[in-house]
């Protein structure tokens, strides 16, 4: 046979070979579809942040412990900002980080409204044992929470991010219970306005979800996966004294980044 009738025979036969792997439906492995990626965005308070994790990048206590970053290594996840900042309000999230978002946005993750009650306040005003000032600190954070005023603060910042990222899944995170069951009434008072607090958030966002059946918003509670481990507990994830007082440690990010994994 001819060099060049060769030369042909072969390329058939490849085009042959070829033409029988898309019939019989095998395509090449760089041919198979490719999952979506989650362009991920982190808004909030202290607690999104990642203060007590360490390592801080910038006046926001940023942590790389901190659940946006532990999210962000999970595959299929790509944290495009995170505009989360220590001290943050519901009136901060929406005055100063909603600029995040924008249509591409497709998973928003938010933990707020305890600084709205002040909850670090109150648990440190509740730890020194001084019943006049744990009761002035609870009094006050309960004025909030009882009256429906952070009701209406958490439904007007859920209702703008839903605004801002019409396209994202918003997840919404509550906060650990603090200290372990304890026979001191202060502590126990700490903790139940802690409750009060997840379950005003899980109603508001319960709420949101039913207002706009086409959104997509759901809550994460957290408390369950600190049993055990909070303050006063042998392996507490919550740190107690310093700066980063009564914010989680680095185990205690993790169980919040996998509680977060858990529901995507």
Same mark, same amino acid.
């Given at each position: 046979m001819r060099p060049q009738t060769r030369f042909l025979s072969s390329a058939f036969a490849v085009v042959l070979t070829v033409s029988a792997v898309v019939a019989a439906g095998v395509l090449p492995a760089s041919a198979a579809p490719t999952a979506p990626?989650?362009?991920?965005?982190?808004?909030?308070?202290?607690?999104?942040?990642?203060?007590?994790?360490?390592?801080?990048?910038?006046?926001?206590?940023?942590?790389?412990?901190?659940?946006?970053?532990?999210?962000?290594?999970?595959?299929?996840?790509?944290?495009?900002?995170?505009?989360?900042?220590?001290? /943050? @309000?519901?009136?901060?999230? !929406? =005055?100063?980080?909603?600029?995040? &978002?924008?249509? *591409?946005?497709?998973?928003?993750? $938010?933990?707020?409204?305890?600084?709205?009650?002040?909850?670090?306040?109150?648990?440190?005003?509740?730890?020194?044992?001084?019943? /006049? @000032?744990?009761?002035?600190? !609870? =009094?006050?954070?309960?004025?909030? &929470?009882?009256? *429906?005023?952070?009701?209406?603060? $958490?439904?007007?910042t859920y209702a703008k991010v839903a605004v801002a990222a019409p396209n994202a899944r918003v997840v919404v995170t509550g906060y650990p219970i603090l200290f372990a069951p304890s026979a001191n009434p202060l502590i126990n008072q700490v903790n139940s306005a802690t409750v009060s607090l997840n379950q005003t958030i899980q109603g508001v966002v319960a709420q949101a979800q039913a207002a706009r059946p086409n959104a997509s918003i759901g809550y994460v509670d957290v408390s369950a996966a600190f049993v055990g481990h909070a303050i006063g507990d042998a392996d507490s994830w919550v740190n107690f004294a310093g700066p980063d007082a009564f914010h989680p440690t680095p185990a205690g990010y993790q169980a919040y980044a996998a509680a977060i994994r858990a529901v995507l």
């Amino acid at each position: 046979m001819r060099p060049q009738t060769r030369f042909l025979s072969s390329a058939f036969a490849v085009v042959l070979t070829v033409s029988a792997v898309v019939a019989a439906g095998v395509l090449p492995a760089s041919a198979a579809p490719t999952a979506p990626v989650n362009k991920y965005v982190a808004l909030g308070d202290s607690y999104a942040a990642g203060q007590g994790g360490g390592g801080y990048t910038g006046s926001c206590l940023q942590s790389p412990n901190g659940y946006p970053a532990l999210l962000d290594a999970v595959k299929g996840t790509n944290l495009l900002r995170n505009v989360s900042c220590s001290s /943050a @309000t519901t009136i901060d999230v !929406i =005055s100063t980080q909603l600029s995040a &978002l924008n249509r *591409g946005t497709t998973l928003v993750t $938010l933990t707020v409204g305890g600084n709205d009650l002040n909850v670090a306040g109150v648990a440190a005003a509740c730890a020194t044992a001084d019943v /006049a @000032t744990c009761g002035a600190a !609870i =009094s006050s954070a309960g004025a909030l &929470l009882y009256s *429906g005023e952070l009701q209406a603060r $958490l439904a007007a910042t859920y209702a703008k991010v839903a605004v801002a990222a019409p396209n994202a899944r918003v997840v919404v995170t509550g906060y650990p219970i603090l200290f372990a069951p304890s026979a001191n009434p202060l502590i126990n008072q700490v903790n139940s306005a802690t409750v009060s607090l997840n379950q005003t958030i899980q109603g508001v966002v319960a709420q949101a979800q039913a207002a706009r059946p086409n959104a997509s918003i759901g809550y994460v509670d957290v408390s369950a996966a600190f049993v055990g481990h909070a303050i006063g507990d042998a392996d507490s994830w919550v740190n107690f004294a310093g700066p980063d007082a009564f914010h989680p440690t680095p185990a205690g990010y993790q169980a919040y980044a996998a509680a977060i994994r858990a529901v995507l």
